[in-house]
């Protein structure tokens, strides 16, 4: 009982012992809020992923084997004959350059950021098929036809208009709006000619706008039916049949009803029981979000990983401020050790009082460091948008990352590891001093004035 008295006694007659608590309090509050944060955003990167990737991707190069359906159908039909699946979707997807008309001049679209040509990919989709599986094409439900289901026709020429949707941020930059026209042109192989390849231009309109919550789709991805696009590349008109050898997919996503629990094993089986049927072959592949994504969400990983060992050196120097606190008190207390050790006290007895000494700075500091930690995990975004209104600077931007606010998950497995290191942390740093006091000779300790 004497142990837990005197070690709390000499916690409270020594203010220096407030510095390592505050070590403490600093490096466990730091590494929650931080380690919080980098988990909200590896969370909402792995939902807008989920969104627009779907959860499996089959990808398929250019129709060239005759053992492979043309069209996108056996396919389908065979994916979604798996209990374990719930949509299916064929894509066609297509590099372009955008450009529209302004002004009686052609005025190529600029990117925004790097004041170059823009990029953009094409994808041809099916709008009914959408909703089984992916989750924020809504927009698409009548991309090339007008609010009462009737394909666009341009009055000026005569002839149906083919329509697109594109992203909000392209949509706002570029000043356009509903029933805009732009010019894609790209370039489609073709063996017929001199360099191999023949350019294509073609008008569009633009039917609405679509926001995924993944920067990098919305800037630089404009959906449209996935018919019309085959008559694009082929160099048909947008009313006539589409062309016997024209490209009709690229990729099929599919939607699973329990992707965290069964990805894997339908990847796997759903990949052999196709290619057993001969509707892919070795040059197809069949992956995950995950995959498509693993650089992405790797990056993301890592950056939280190594935020956590370069937050988790506060600890460490916690930890050798208590060292150094420790070791000096057990010199000023040399005589006080030598009483306890005349008195009876044991070296374990001892060992024991300097330790309980570290473990009330880590209990005192880890405690309060996680609540207020956690509490902090929880309001910084309303913390964020007082601070930046009140010294009117912008911390965080919503337009770069397209979130609504700042995300944090407070996992508390990681608030428990957390408070456990710094723990262990501070009793491995007392333990030194603390020995030293237990194999102090009590003769010489006595001597000490």
Not at 57 to 71: F, G, H, Q, V
Not at 193 to 221: P, Q, Y
Not at 231 to 241: C, K, M, N, V
Request: charged letters at 25%; aromatic letters at 8%; a negative charge.
């Amino acid at each position: 009982m004497y142990r837990v008295f005197l070690s709390w006694r000499f916690l409270r007659r020594r203010r220096t012992n407030l510095i390592g608590v505050f070590g403490i309090f600093l490096a466990v509050g730091a590494l929650i809020l931080i380690l919080s944060i980098m988990t909200g955003f590896l969370e909402e990167t792995r939902r807008s992923a989920r969104g627009s990737l779907s959860d499996l991707i089959l990808t398929l190069p250019p129709y060239k084997d005759a053992r492979r359906p043309r069209e996108p159908g056996p396919i389908l039909e065979a994916i979604r004959a798996d209990p374990r699946v719930e949509g299916a979707s064929a894509h066609l997807g297509w590099m372009c350059i955008l450009t529209r008309q302004d002004e009686s001049s052609l005025r190529i679209l600029i990117d925004s950021q790097s004041s170059e040509i823009a990029g953009i990919k094409l994808t041809g989709v099916d709008a009914n098929d959408e909703k089984g599986s992916t989750e924020f094409l809504e927009s698409l439900d009548r991309v090339g036809r007008n609010k009462d289901g009737e394909i666009e026709y341009d009055s000026t020429v005569g002839r149906p208009r083919a329509s697109v949707v594109v992203g909000e941020k392209v949509m706002a930059y570029h000043r356009l709006r509903r029933g805009s026209f732009i010019t894609l042109m790209t370039a489609v192989p073709d063996p017929g000619s001199d360099t191999g390849w023949s350019a294509k231009k073609r008008e569009f309109v633009v039917a609405g706008t679509f926001r995924s919550g993944e920067n990098e789709i919305d800037l630089e991805r404009v959906y449209v039916d996935r018919e019309q696009l085959a008559r694009f590349l082929a160099g048909a008109s947008e009313d006539d049949p589409v062309p016997s050898d024209a490209i009709l997919f690229s990729e099929v996503l599919v939607k699973l009803k329990d992707y965290s629990g069964e990805a894997e094993a339908v990847r796997e089986e759903l990949g052999a029981s196709l290619y057993k049927a001969g509707l892919i072959d070795e040059s197809c592949s069949l992956r995950t979000w995950e995959e498509f994504r693993g650089t992405l969400l790797g990056a993301i990983e890592n950056e939280r990983v190594l935020m956590g060992i370069m937050l988790s050196l506060i600890l460490v120097v916690a930890g050798f401020t208590i060292f150094a606190i420790l070791s000096m008190m057990v010199t000023e207390k040399r005589r006080d050790i030598g009483i306890l050790t005349a008195l009876g006290a044991t070296p374990n007895g001892v060992l024991a009082l300097f330790l309980l000494i570290g473990f009330w700075d880590a209990l005192i500091g880890a405690i309060s460091g996680a609540v207020i930690g956690t509490w902090m995990a929880i309001k910084i975004d309303p913390f964020e948008r007082w601070l930046s209104d009140t010294f009117g600077v912008q911390i965080f931007n919503r337009d770069v990352y397209l979130f609504d606010s700042i995300p944090s998950v407070v996992t508390p497995l990681a608030v428990g590891l957390i408070v456990l290191g710094a723990f262990v942390c501070t009793l491995v740093f007392a333990a030194i001093p603390a020995w030293r006091a237990a194999h102090l000779d009590p003769v010489e300790a006595l001597r000490n004035d």
